[in-house]
């Protein structure tokens, strides 16, 4: 396979195998070593044997997928196939959601499929008039502020539907502060995790990318926290007297 082969399959330019090819002390992201050794039918311990080494974890480190930075460094590909291999249980537990309307494409379309199929689907969401919300907004102090994306979420949602596998809550005002400083999305058994940071939005927060790999460990952790919040939260038909439709 020739280079500029290699580089379609994989989704990267040809000098980018090029560069991977005459430095052997480079190694590629993850994504990309996973993708060039299916396409090549070989091992990644075979291609890049350093980077194996360098990831070998034990205990529950092996839930850490990956960890970014940045959520938005995360790419949007990785969040739509977590949604798209969910089959049982969507949880999307940030405090306003929005983002994902913006960055997956036929959101609404994929959320009423799964619906269809049988999964479970569930938006915890902050409550856009809340005290919480309103001190979260002055400490962002952005145009786009928190109470108008989780509209935007709750617009969204009314185009999906009334069904019986969606639900959608806020969460109870004693366990607001919590739920707006850490954001958890579960798509069965792998999560995004996003602690928020001082004063900074969403997307500029660090993300722990985990899949759960047995009990007690950091998947589990997360996520007993984010149905705890749920366990708690007010369906937005009790409200606001009224179910997204």
């Given at each position: ?187 069965d058994g792998e999560a995004f995790v996003t602690p928020h940071l001082a004063r900074l939005a969403g997307h500029d927060s660090p993300l722990l990318h985990l899949r759960k790999s047995g009990d007690g460990g950091m998947f589990d952790r997360f996520t007993e926290h984010a149905e705890e919040l749920w366990s708690r939260g007010i369906p937005v038909e009790t409200a606001k007297g009224q179910v997204p439709q």
């Amino acid at each position: 396979m020739s280079p500029r082969q290699l580089a379609v399959r994989v989704g990267v330019t040809g000098k980018t195998v090029e560069r991977w090819v005459a430095d052997a002390e480079l190694i590629p992201h993850a994504r990309n070593r996973e993708d060039a050794s299916s396409a090549l039918g070989v091992d990644q311990d075979m291609l890049w044997p350093q980077a194996v080494k360098n990831r070998i974890k034990v205990g529950t480190d092996r839930e850490i997928v990956y960890s970014y930075p940045y959520r938005s460094a995360c790419p949007s590909s990785i969040w739509g196939e977590a949604i798209t291999k969910a089959g049982d249980d969507l949880l999307f537990a940030g405090y306003t959601n929005y983002f994902l309307w913006l960055e997956q494409p036929r959101f609404v379309a994929t959320l009423r499929e799964k619906i269809t199929a049988g999964c479970r689907v569930r938006f915890l969401l902050g409550d856009p008039d809340c005290e919480v919300t309103r001190n979260r907004e002055r400490i962002e102090d952005v145009a786009l502020n928190v109470s108008t994306r989780i509209r935007i979420t709750l617009e969204n949602l009314a185009k999906v539907g009334t069904h019986e596998h969606l639900e959608a809550r806020y969460s109870a005002p004693d366990d607001a502060a919590n739920h707006v400083s850490l954001s958890v999305f579960r798509f069965d058994g792998e999560a995004f995790v996003t602690p928020h940071l001082a004063r900074l939005a969403g997307h500029d927060s660090p993300l722990l990318h985990l899949r759960k790999s047995g009990d007690g460990g950091m998947f589990d952790r997360f996520t007993e926290h984010a149905e705890e919040l749920w366990s708690r939260g007010i369906p937005v038909e009790t409200a606001k007297g009224q179910v997204p439709q």
